[in-house]
């Protein structure tokens, strides 16, 4: 099992845990899941879905623990609530022993990877909804064309072909730009539109004229693209984490001679 955090850019950092057969974490739940989350991961019936949820606790506590403990705290302390109801999510938010906590927290999860990213909010922000970060991970693999008619209008279809860039990583950017901006409502992929590419990553405008930054990373099978809110590109940097977390080297994808290789 490989785990590590990242600095991602200079106000959050990132965790990832790679998807293998034997679970990490420990066996009882009850040992570093609070009544509330376990509550929460019985709304999930079919296993494969609760084992996402419980991966994505997992390596969420760690970075928490990595990112803002001075001694080696009881994950129990951290708890992470992520729904309104039974059958209606919301964007995480954190608590301490308790205590709600100025800290953006966005979960992901495909086949291969689950990831984790954290940064601290501004005091001054401290609405369930503000904008903030967001991360998604896709497989890599290509789409097939009718879905990249359904979700991408023909410019943006051309900005990725131009680009190099897979349909898989567009759609990893529009989800993505959704956590870092939505308030509240439901994901519709359609309207939010993807207004710039380059190697590195691209913007991307929802219909409440909400922009995003998003940067795309490529790990091994998977797919990462992790969204900024602009209110975020003046916010302050974390201290230095210990020991001290890597600056994330992105591997975007990059324009190839010849025909796109699939991704």
Known sequence: MSSRGEECSTSVSMRLHQRESASPWPSVLQSWLSPTELEERDCFRAPSRRRDWISGRWCAKQLLCQMFSQT???????????????????????????????????????????????????????????????????????????????????????????????????????????????????????????????????????????????????????????AFANSLSKSPPLASLDPPARRVTLNPIRPSSGRREPV
């Open 72 to 226: 080696a705290d009881s994950l129990l302390e951290w708890q992470i609530v992520s729904r309104v109801s039974k059958r209606r999510g919301c964007r995480p938010t954190v608590f301490r022993n308790g205590i709600q906590q100025p800290i953006d927290l966005s979960l992901a999860h495909c086949a291969s990877i689950t990831v984790a990213v954290a940064g601290q909010r501004r005091l001054s922000v401290d609405r369930r909804d503000a904008p903030g970060i967001g991360v998604d991970a896709v497989d890599r693999t290509e789409l097939p064309d009718s879905f990249a008619r359904t979700w991408f209008s023909t410019s943006e279809r051309r900005l990725l072909q131009d680009h190099r860039w897979p349909i898989a990583a567009g759609w990893a950017a529009k989800e993505a730009a959704f956590k870092a901006c939505n308030a509240g409502e439901s994901f519709r992929p359609g309207c939010l539109q993807i207004v710039d590419v380059d190697a590195d990553g691209c913007r991307v405008q929802d219909e409440a004229q909400r922009m995003a930054d998003v940067h795309v990373d490529t790990r091994d099978d998977a797919i990462i693209a992790i």
